[in-house]
């Protein structure tokens, strides 16, 4: 199995998935999930110039705060705020993401800085990332489809290395929408408390709350006033 994070240099433009575990690859470039499901997010991104506000999410930039720069995972990396910032505060950066639009975005924010992050395009339950490797994971608002075997919770779960932190920050209070005309219905996706439900004595809970988020000075989420934080370690 190819190391995804083995980059042999500078790779701001390796955007591409490790080899496939079970997947649906794409032969054309690369990438590893669902097409449908990259198809939904790169129309999305592609609707909008930018889409979110370019900084980093306040939630990650406070919990990371007493953190020692490692290997972080940040999946569902949008357009690559919060990997430039962890990469530009001395992180080993992994930045995963299904939508290639997003992703070309991100990585010419990161070459623009002159920073190296290893990006990965693929879906995080098929991305063949390397088990239990990362000082921090991070999930900032991710989007990320349920299954009945949870296996984007157990993917979240088992990147994070022994003495590592999973960060995984939600809107609060989408977890109890009612369905709308939209088509979002909350059942559909992966909620902290769904990974907290998961976790056993090999996890202690640092973090599980409700607070008044640091809000973005614009881009599309900027409406959402408080997040679900949840900050577990791995302790063996
Ligand atoms: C609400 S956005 C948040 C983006 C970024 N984390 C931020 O805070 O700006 C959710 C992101 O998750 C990505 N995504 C959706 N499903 C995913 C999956 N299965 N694996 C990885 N990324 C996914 C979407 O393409 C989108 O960029």
């Known amino acids: 199995m190819q190391d995804p994070l083995d980059d042999g240099g500078p790779v701001t433009d390796n955007i591409a998935a490790g080899p496939p575990a079970s997947p649906t690859p794409s032969p054309a470039d690369g990438y590893l999930g669902d097409p449908a499901v990259r198809a939904e997010w790169d129309n ?11 900084r980093p999410n306040g939630a990650l930039v406070a919990e990371v705060a007493g953190l020692a720069p490692g290997r972080v995972l ?13 990469a530009r505060g001395g992180w080993d950066v992994t930045a995963l993401e299904v939508s290639g639009v997003a992703l070309e975005r991100a990585a010419g924010h990161a070459r623009d800085a002159g920073l190296a992050i290893h990006w990965v395009h693929a879906a995080l339950t098929e991305a063949a990332l390397p088990p ?26 088992a990147a994070v290395a022994p003495g590592g932190v999973l960060l995984v920050v939600h809107h609060a209070g989408m977890d109890i929408q009612q369905v709308h005309d939209g088509g979002f219905d909350p059942a559909d996706y992966v909620w902290p408390s769904m990974i907290a439900d998961l976790l056993d004595d090999d996890w ?17 989420g900027a409406h959402h006033t408080d997040d679900l934080v949840l900050r577990v370690r791995r302790l063996r």
Do not use: I, K, M, N
């Open 44 to 54: 999305r991104y592609a609707d909008r110039h930018q889409l979110w506000s370019g």
């Open 74 to 86: 940040d999946v569902g990396c949008g357009e690559g705020a919060d990997a430039v910032w962890l």
């Open 132 to 157: 239990v490797s990362f000082d921090l994971v991070s999930a900032q608002y991710p989007a990320l489809l349920r299954t009945p075997d949870a296996a984007a919770e157990r993917a979240l779960l």
């Open 204 to 220: 202690e809970v640092e973090v599980d709350e409700q607070r008044p988020r640091v809000a973005p000075d614009g881009g599309a």
